[in-house]
Nanobody
Framework: QVQLEESGGGLVQAGASLRLACVVS?????????VGWFRQAPGQERTFVGA???????LHADSVKGRFTISRINAANTVYLQMNNLLPEDTALYLC???????????????????WGRGTQVTVSS
């Protein structure tokens, strides 16, 4: 059974950077999973930030392109979310999620993912 654990969140000032990590454990290789990053602010829906497809190509949401970058280190079973020039509106609980590495109609939707981490909080002050 795949398990996910996020880390790297914190309280930072606007303009700062953070790197979040999603460590994947279990019997499935990282190269056989698509791992997505989502965020959820209080009272709001969970929204797509980006994903690393199982074959190694990332996808980033338009709202974070140019500021956020997703990468992967297979040997470490870890998918990273590098966040630069953080803004107060980036404040949210950031969660990673995994789905099998098979073609999907839209990997930006939450229902595509069957395993979720508990999240790491990112708070950006102005």
């Amino acid at each position: 059974q795949v398990q996910l654990e996020e880390s790297g969140g914190g309280l930072v000032q606007a303009g700062a950077s953070l790197r979040l990590a999603c460590v994947v454990s279990g019997p499935t290789l990282l190269t056989s999973l698509t791992v997505g990053w989502f965020r959820q602010a209080p009272g709001q829906e969970r929204t797509f930030v980006g994903a690393m497809r199982w074959y190694g190509t990332p996808l980033h949401a338009d709202s974070v392109k140019g500021r956020f970058t997703i990468s992967r280190i297979n040997a470490a079973n870890t998918v990273y979310l590098q966040m630069n020039n953080l803004l107060p509106e980036d404040t949210a609980l950031y969660l990673c999620a995994a789905r099998p590495g098979t073609p999907a109609s839209d990997i930006s939707t939450t229902w595509q993912y069957d395993t979720w981490g508990r999240g790491t909080q990112v708070t950006v002050s102005s």
